[in-house]
């Protein structure tokens, strides 16, 4: 059975920090691109960053560039993303992906607010 488990979510104040986890099981982390997305309340779906499946190429959405970071440990099938200087704007639900396949997990609240 497939499975993404994303934890690390919470409340922060502006400014703050954060970092998310995903651990993957049922599958080939290790050979897959994987990506972080989140959806904010009222809003769609929103790509944030993803990362290649060695690990050595990364990209990220315009609107987080410089605060976060993707990375990945391959030998613990775990997805992470860092998140730095948060801003209320950055209030999501957010989801791990496993790019080009339907794998995506449940999702973990991230609220920004002072």
């Known amino acids: 059975e497939v499975q993404l488990v994303e934890s690390g979510g919470g409340m922060v104040q502006p400014g703050g920090s954060l970092t998310l986890s995903c651990l993957a099981s049922?599958?080939?982390?290790?050979?897959?691109?994987m990506s972080w997305n989140r959806q904010a309340p009222g809003k769609g779906p929103e790509w944030v960053a993803t990362?290649?499946?060695?690990?050595?190429?990364?990209w990220y959405a315009d609107s987080v560039k410089g605060r976060f970071n993707i990375s990945r440990d391959n030998a613990k099938s775990t997805l992470y993303l860092q998140m730095d200087s948060l801003k209320p704007e950055d209030t999501a639900v957010y989801y791990c992906?496993?790019?080009?396949?339907?794998?995506w997990g449940q999702g973990t609240q991230v609220t920004v607010s002072s």
């Open positions: 990362i290649s499946h060695p690990g050595g190429l990364k």
């Open positions: 049922g599958f080939n982390f290790s050979g897959n691109v």
């Open positions: 992906h496993a790019q080009y396949t339907a794998y």
